[in-house]
């Protein structure tokens, strides 16, 4: 009797447990990630233009039963307004802030298991690339009052391939072709290889360099002198010949008291150096029988003389270790055409590892670039910890699921999923100070300013999620002052906007004085951490860039500050009144000031741009990257009197894919970015050197009527810089992939005047910047970019794909960057170094498959071709 008491009562728990299994909100994480989604891009070609249709698939797997109310699938992706079905769909895709978006089942919506469902939905902007997908899918569970109860990570989750015309082109504007091997070919048979005695031996190229007869042996008995004062930069470069050699060169403070023919050593020194009228950072070079004079007008001087005599050195080298290291006579003389030579680098959208921004200030010095701009707040993320304001790093620098955009908490983008300080993905993570400024130290030692950024009045989420919890956190404790002090918004402000980013509430409110006094917080702090690194900040930016057009119109502060300060007149100009009131807090700490190219200019009632004469003779430099909806912008900031810093999106943004194969990751709403694009710009002449509008229209025509820069303007060119936002960027290998080769054409328009920059006839300008790059490309593979397979342990830099096509039975094959080898296969299997190698047009049948190598074994992405 007992026993069967105890079977009873088994099987009525166990009919419990199933009769739980199936009520919402009830679902083991084994069970739910057998939900399997799809999702596939249908089509760019729509009507109207300029839109996509995309659709989900859900496979339902698992033993749950997906009903109208149980679930709701979360997701990120490149942020695009959502268009409502044209037919009813079982589901919809609804937008809810930046690039964060739900599928919400409708009312009728049922997945049993064992079942699937498509729901289709449409979009706004083409998506052409794998990096736009959805991407950071999770489900949510909910129970049967609709509080949330479950959160999984999808796990089966399959992006299907971009193939056709209609996936990877824009619609009916966009007049690229759909990229192929034969597209390549072609474009490619404008390139041919050259000598070696023609290559670029350093890059960027130095002012003047002549060759003599000779060569010097640079061994382990090579002895290495400094100057007083040069002590870094002899370190740096005995440390940089060890691993060349392996031999630690002896190094001596001082001089060398002789001057015999057999001195055989490595003289750092600093004296008068003048170059093109150019003294900072200007050095001479000379290899001869004694071996190497390095003279710099300054430290930097130096230590971009020793960056040439690295580059110098035998690519061989850098492969293979060796004793020796033959060094030809050469003498050098050189100095910078720019003394601003950036990279902004954002580590706020995708966390960048401390180790992986040192691998880049490596890049950029050995290129010679001498400032950073460190991107270290945005809307998805606060990057460095702030004494005082723990939350900064606590909330705003974490992303998780929240339940709604009311949440003190940063939601999930770019992927980062539901999980806060999820270390396998990039959404959650900062530099403790201690880290801050080791970074600082890595980079001043190169002769790398990093100049820190805090983006305000837009771009604030994670400062104003991180305030509002500061703000919750000591209401609840009663302490009414310390949560209003660094308060960043109006509580009651109702304003509809939508930001580049689609977010719907990343703006400060510029009415509050709390908010000025959490920027003076902010900066304070930083100043701090760089006197503890040994230097002084100086100069920096206040972001300013992409307030939305709606911000603040519904904010009662914003109306009682206009009422009393009726000379704002309009919403629109806001942003001025916040840099206006800004500006001496900052100038009053000894800063000079950067920012965004909105920090110089005012909006008219219709939304247009106009330089602003108010801050010219202050020490503001707006940066410039608007040249694709406001083609001369540039121009006029710099003939308003403006010292300008130029960021042409359409040469000089890394995070631009290098082409429209759907496979290669980047961004594309400024067009396509490569290393060709990197090296063709010319400042002062900024028109002829863009040559096509995002859609690949030529832009020539978008030049008539727009202003010219004066000449007596390009004194007040300081510099330029290249930009590195992280939206697509998941990590140190795909961060160095969109950096290299890009960083080496950058680095010569920041450096080098170009012979072919002010010419005017179109013919001699195309030969000559044909040959040019013809010149420029072989000495990227040939000689510069193998050295990167091994130093710092390897950098992960992209090899341009072949061009292949078969015509009469004949393989034909090149590639755009000149000197890397071509191999291919017939069989199938993936070309290898030892694979055949391609060097004339030769009989291939089958499908064959293609890939470029460079002298390390580097390789492309494989190229496939079909023989008839």
């Known amino acids: 009797m007992k026993q069967k008491l105890l079977y009873y009562?088994?099987?009525?728990?166990?009919?419990?447990?199933?009769?739980?299994?199936?009520?919402?909100?009830?679902?083991?994480?084994?069970?739910?990630?057998?939900?399997?989604?799809?999702?596939?891009?249908?089509?760019?070609?729509?009507?109207?233009?300029?839109?996509?249709?995309?659709?989900?698939?859900?496979?339902?797997?698992?033993?749950?039963?997906?009903?109208?109310?149980?679930?709701?699938?979360?997701?990120?992706?490149?942020?695009?307004?959502?268009?409502?079905?044209?037919?009813?769909?079982?589901?919809?895709?609804?937008?809810?802030?930046?690039d964060w978006y739900r599928i919400v089942a409708g009312k009728d919506f049922k997945l049993a298991p064992g079942d699937s469902i498509t729901i289709n939905y449409r979009g706004t902007e083409g998506v052409i690339k794998e990096t736009d997908a959805p991407m950071g899918l999770y489900f949510v569970f909910y129970d049967k009052e609709g509080k949330e109860k479950d959160i999984v990570e999808v796990t089966d989750y399959k992006v299907e391939p971009f193939t056709t015309k209609e996936q990877i082109l824009r619609g009916k504007r966009d007049l690229r072709?759909?990229?192929?091997?034969?597209?390549?070919?072609?474009?490619?048979?404008?390139?041919?290889?050259?000598?070696?005695?023609?290559?670029?031996?350093?890059?960027?190229?130095?002012?003047?360099?002549?060759?003599?007869?000779?060569?010097?042996?640079l061994s382990g008995v090579t002895q290495v002198f400094y100057q007083d004062g040069l002590e870094n930069e002899a370190k740096y470069l005995i440390g940089k010949l060890k691993t060349l050699t392996g031999a630690d060169l002896p190094i001596q403070a001082g001089l060398p008291q002789t001057s015999a023919p057999d001195a055989n050593a490595i003289i750092l020194q600093k004296g008068a150096v003048n170059v093109k009228g150019i003294t900072a950072e200007a050095y001479k070079l000379n290899i001869d029988a004694k071996g190497v004079a390095i003279t710099g007008a300054d430290a930097?001087?130096?230590?971009?003389?020793?960056?040439?005599?690295?580059?110098?050195?035998?690519?061989?080298?850098?492969?293979?270790?060796?004793?020796?290291?033959?060094?030809?006579?050469?003498?050098?003389?050189?100095?910078?055409?720019?003394?601003?030579?950036?990279?902004?680098?954002?580590?706020?959208?995708?966390?960048?590892?401390?180790?992986?921004?040192?691998?880049?200030?490596?890049?950029?010095?050995?290129?010679?670039?001498?400032?950073?701009?460190?991107?270290?707040?945005?809307?998805?993320?606060?990057?460095?910890?702030?004494?005082?304001?723990?939350?900064?790093?606590?909330?705003?620098?974490?992303?998780?699921?929240?339940?709604?955009?009311?949440?003190?908490?940063?939601?999930?983008?770019?992927?980062?999923?539901?999980?806060?300080?999820d270390k396998s993905k990039y959404g959650s993570g900062y530099y403790t100070k201690a880290d801050f400024i080791e970074i600082l130290k890595y980079a001043n030692e190169r002769h790398i300013k990093i100049i820190p950024e805090l983006n305000f009045p837009g771009h604030a989420l994670a400062a104003i999620k991180s305030m509002e919890a500061r703000y919750e956190k000591f209401m609840k404790e009663g302490k009414e002052k310390e949560a209003s002090e660094y308060r960043l918004i109006d509580p009651e402000d109702k304003s509809v906007y939508l930001s580049a980013q689609a977010y719907k509430n990343n703006v400060v409110s510029p009415a509050r004085p709390s908010t000025y006094h959490f920027y003076e917080k902010v900066v304070d702090e930083i100043t701090k951490l760089y006197q503890q690194a040994g230097l002084t900040l100086d100069t920096f930016h206040t972001g300013g860039d992409e307030v939305a057009d709606g911000a603040w119109t519904k904010s009662p502060m914003a109306a009682k500050l206009m009422k009393e300060h009726p000379e704002i007149k309009s919403y629109r100009n806001m942003q001025t009144y916040f840099f206006r009131n800004l500006l001496p807090l900052l100038e009053k700490r000894k800063l000079k000031v950067h920012g965004w190219e909105e920090v110089a200019l005012t909006k008219t009632e219709q939304g247009a741009y106009l330089a602003n004469p108010e801050f010219v003779g202050h020490q503001v430099v707006p940066y410039v990257w608007n040249n694709v909806y406001d083609v001369d912008l540039g121009n006029r900031l710099a003939n308003a009197g403006y010292q300008v810093v130029l960021c042409n999106v359409t040469n000089f943004y890394f995070d631009m894919s290098y082409d429209n194969d759907p496979k290669e990751p980047g961004l594309y709403w400024g067009g396509f970015v490569d290393t060709r694009d990197n090296w063709l710009f010319s400042p002062y002449n900024m028109f002829r050197t863009t040559e096509e509008t995002s859609m690949g229209k030529p832009m020539k025509e978008e030049f008539a009527g727009k202003q010219a820069m004066k000449p007596e303007a390009r004194k007040n060119v300081i510099g330029v810089e290249c930009q590195l936002w992280c939206e697509t960027i998941k990590g140190r290998e795909m961060m160095e992939?969109?950096?290299?080769?890009?960083?080496?054409?950058?680095s010569e328009s920041a450096w080098t005047e170009r012979n072919w920059e002010n010419v005017t006839d179109d013919a001699s300008f195309k030969k000559m910047t044909d040959q040019g790059w013809n010149v420029f490309a072989n000495s990227i593979a040939q000689r510069h970019l193998p050295r990167w397979k091994t130093i710092n342990g390897g950098y992960n830099y992209r090899l341009p794909m072949p061009g292949a096509i078969v015509e009469g039975g004949m393989l034909k094959a090149n590639t755009e960057l000149p000197g890397l080898e071509i191999r291919y296969t017939t069989d199938g299997s993936e070309p290898t170094v030892k694979s055949a190698l391609y060097k004339d047009p030769v009989k291939a049948a089958g499908t064959i498959k293609l890939k470029a190598f460079d002298m390390a074994g580097w390789a492309s992405r494989t190229s496939e071709v079909a023989a008839q």
């Not at 419990?16 to 909100?25: E, P, V």
Request: aromatic content about 10%.
């Open 300 to 421: 930097a001087g130096v230590f971009y003389g020793v960056q040439s005599l690295l580059q110098l050195v035998p690519t061989e080298a850098y492969l293979k270790e060796t004793p020796s290291l033959g060094l030809g006579y050469v003498q050098i003389e050189d100095a910078p055409r720019f003394h601003f030579r950036s990279m902004h680098l954002d580590v706020a959208r995708n966390f960048q590892t401390k180790e992986s921004v040192k691998r880049i200030l490596d890049l950029l010095a050995s290129y010679k670039l001498n400032h950073m701009l460190l991107y270290i707040t945005e809307d998805e993320g606060w990057r460095v910890e702030i004494d005082g304001l723990p939350e900064l790093t606590e909330v705003g620098a974490q992303r998780q699921h929240t339940s709604g955009m009311a949440a003190s908490a940063l939601h999930p983008s770019y992927g980062s999923g539901p999980f806060a300080k």
């Open 9 to 98: 009562q088994f099987v009525f728990l166990f009919i419990l447990t199933l009769a739980a299994c199936s009520r919402s909100g009830d679902v083991t994480q084994e069970q739910a990630q057998k939900i399997g989604v799809s999702w596939k891009l249908v089509s760019n070609f729509t009507e109207p233009d300029g839109g996509f249709d995309a659709r989900f698939v859900l496979k339902n797997s698992s033993n749950i039963t997906l009903d109208a109310a149980n679930w709701k699938l979360f997701f990120n992706m490149s942020p695009r307004p959502i268009q409502s079905n044209k037919t009813p769909q079982p589901a919809v895709v609804e937008h809810i802030n930046g």
């Open 737 to 746: 992939y969109m950096i290299l080769p890009k960083l080496f054409g950058f």
């Open 177 to 217: 072709q759909v990229p192929t091997p034969a597209t390549r070919y072609a474009a490619n048979l404008k390139f041919s290889r050259v000598g070696e005695e023609q290559l670029h031996k350093i890059i960027p190229t130095p002012v003047s360099m002549k060759a003599g007869e000779g060569t010097f042996a």
